[in-house]
């Protein structure tokens, strides 16, 4: 689950980690108003999207005079911001955040993310503040220090003065930079995130280090003990498709292309989607319906995905274990006849009471292409996707 700026950065606060003075306004009134709070003489209107690379789209607008602060807001609020991390058709601003004007001398970058491969909390930080911190990786690698953290020991002194060393800060700064680094890691444990990230954190022309800005995602299979957090959630900024899944315990992704596959089971989900792009195909989603699947959340993935005007084709490819054969069997009958399927659908079952699935298929009268294995219907669907075109 992902947080708003304005929302990581309260819970920085809340930890004690510096960030410039700010409030959320929903209309440009509340913008104005804002900025004649915090006052001064230069503040930042930022878009609140899921998304990165707000300043390029122009989400991201300095403002030096409380009327233009309600400008900006005006001119983003209503609207749906499109950068290269939305997708094409953007995310709703519903929320703008009015920022006091910061004096920057240097950007730097700081992270926390859940290294998997080590199974620890990795830190990263550069130089490189303020950029895609992919095209520091791909384009000078070298400026990316990475240390990661012993779960019982968390973040040690030698490691926040390694760190302090690369980034060129000294004294004051390499101190603020500790005392940073240890809130934040206690923040990303007792949160339950799966990634923090501050781009820029900066150093100002006073010598002071400050969170610019902040991205926080939180584990979703831990938001059971995050009942604060969790309430946070903004589905707006979420694929519709996602969040009816969710509702409804369906592990469901979206995608660009246009054959739903509807699989039981996420490594099964994921070869299934191999398959499909092995023989020419693009898969529409991934979708995994669980071990417990019943009937009626089968049902539902159809409509979910069906809600999907792209869809051409839909691969059904379950193997029985928990969920018998016949279940799913009754759920793809059920599906078609209430939603009034009009494209191609493979079906492959495999497991228990298979012969009692298919045979149910059969009897249906229904125009359900039968898939002898996982090859097979992969082939079948990619097929009938290009001929329904």
């Known amino acids: 689950m992902n947080l708003h700026e304005y929302q990581s950065k309260q819970l920085f606060a809340d930890y004690g980690i510096p960030v410039p003075q700010g409030q959320v306004a929903t209309t440009p009134a509340e913008a104005k108003a804002a900025a004649t709070k915090l006052g001064g003489s230069l503040w930042v209107v930022k878009a609140q999207v899921h998304a990165g690379g707000r300043g390029k789209a122009g989400g991201v607008k300095l403002a030096k005079s409380v009327a233009e602060v309600e400008q900006h807001a005006k001119a983003m609020l209503g609207t ?6 939305s997708g094409a058709e953007g995310l709703p601003v519903d929320f703008v955040y009015v920022e006091s004007g910061s004096s920057i001398e240097r950007e730097l970058y700081l992270s926390l993310v859940v290294d998997r491969a080590s199974e620890r909390i990795a830190v990263m930080a550069s130089v490189a503040g303020g950029m895609d911190i992919e095209e520091v990786a791909h384009s000078t690698p070298e400026k990316i220090l990475t240390l990661t953290l012993h779960p019982a020991a ?32 206690k923040l990303f444990r007792e949160c339950d995130a799966s990634l923090v990230e501050v781009n820029p954190l900066i150093v100002t022309k006073d010598g002071h280090v400050m969170a610019l800005d902040a991205k926080i995602n939180i584990e979703d299979n831990a938001l059971f003990r995050q009942p604060r957090l969790a309430a946070m959630r903004d589905g707006a900024q979420e694929d519709e498709r996602e969040r009816r899944a969710r509702e409804h315990d369906l592990n469901y992704v979206s995608l ?41 959340r089968v049902t ?24 018998r054969c016949d279940t799913i069997a009754e759920g793809v ?25 298919r045979e149910m298929l059969i009897a249906s009268g229904l125009k359900v292409v039968a898939a002898t294995g996982l090859t097979d219907a992969a082939s079948k669907v990619v097929k009938l996707a290009g001929a329904a075109a």
């Open 333 to 357: 009958i059920t599906a078609v006849k209430q939603v009034g399927v009009k494209v191609p659908v493979v079906v492959r079952l495999e497991g228990t009471n298979v012969e009692k699935g």
């Open 80 to 85: 749906r911001l499109v950068t290269h991390q």
């Open 300 to 323: 539902e993935a159809f409509k979910i995905i069906l809600t999907n005007k792209n869809v051409r084709a839909i691969l059904v490819n379950i193997f029985g274990g928990i969920v």
């Open 154 to 185: 968390g973040i040690e002194d030698y490691q926040t003065r390694k760190l302090g060393f690369g980034l060129g800060l000294t004294g004051t700064t390499q101190g603020e930079l500790r005392d940073i680094l240890r809130k934040l890691v």
């Open 256 to 296: 660009d292309g246009n054959i739903a596959c509807m699989v039981n089971g996420a490594g099964l989900a994921m070869a299934t989607m191999d398959l499909i792009k092995l023989h020419g195909g693009e898969p529409a989603n991934f979708l995994d319906v669980g071990g417990g699947a019943t009937a009626e």
